[in-house]
């Protein structure tokens, strides 16, 4: 009986050390995942003043979810939180498509949006939230709503909601009409 718990045990353990695909686990993957975010980031700390406020995400056998959470220096209004958010949102997803290193290991290739959580503030240096007329949170929940958000009697409240389909449509027919 020893015998066989024995052997066992062994071709368990020598199992374990035949694999001969290359894996990529937790702590490295995410390495190499936020590698390619501070890429992005710092080509877009060039247009705006803004500050990583967390990041994290899910990374333990491929990469299932990057979580983003930014500061950026400013008032803005509704239209152009949409267009920095779905700009750095973009640039993300572009990014991570464009490494081969990180291809196998995404759920989806070419991924999307979705595995992305963002979330940005919009906050001036000198005040704690913009004034009512602007935004100061906008992000997008798991139902694809992008929220649009401020501060009124040390409360959030939403000012404006829409569709993400539809703040993706409104961003790129400005594009279209610019060219």
């Not at 894996?23 to 390495?31: E, F, P």
């Not at 990583?52 to 979580?67: H, K, L, P, Y």
């Amino acid at each position: 009986m020893k015998k066989i718990i024995w052997f066992t045990f062994w071709g368990l353990m020598m199992s374990s050390f035949t694999d001969t695909e290359p894996v990529m686990y937790g702590n490295h993957l995410q390495q190499l995942v936020f590698k390619d975010v501070n890429k992005v980031l710092e080509r877009f700390s060039k247009q705006y003043e803004l500050v990583v406020n967390g990041s994290g995400g899910a990374f333990c056998e491929d990469i299932e979810q990057v979580m983003l959470a930014l500061h950026i220096q400013k008032y803005v209004g509704i239209e152009e939180s949409r267009k920095i958010y779905i700009e750095l949102l973009e640039a993300m997803v572009n990014q991570l498509n464009k490494n081969k290193e990180l291809r196998p290991y995404l759920r989806e290739y070419p991924t999307t949006y979705a595995p992305i959580q963002l979330t940005i503030n919009f906050v001036a240096k000198e005040t704690r939230y913009p004034p009512k007329e602007y935004v100061h949170f906008v992000f997008k929940n798991q139902a694809d709503i992008l929220f649009f958000n401020n501060y009124e009697n040390n409360k959030l409240e939403t000012i404006h909601t829409e569709p993400f389909k539809e703040s993706l449509q409104i961003i790129h027919q400005e594009k279209i009409r610019k060219l």
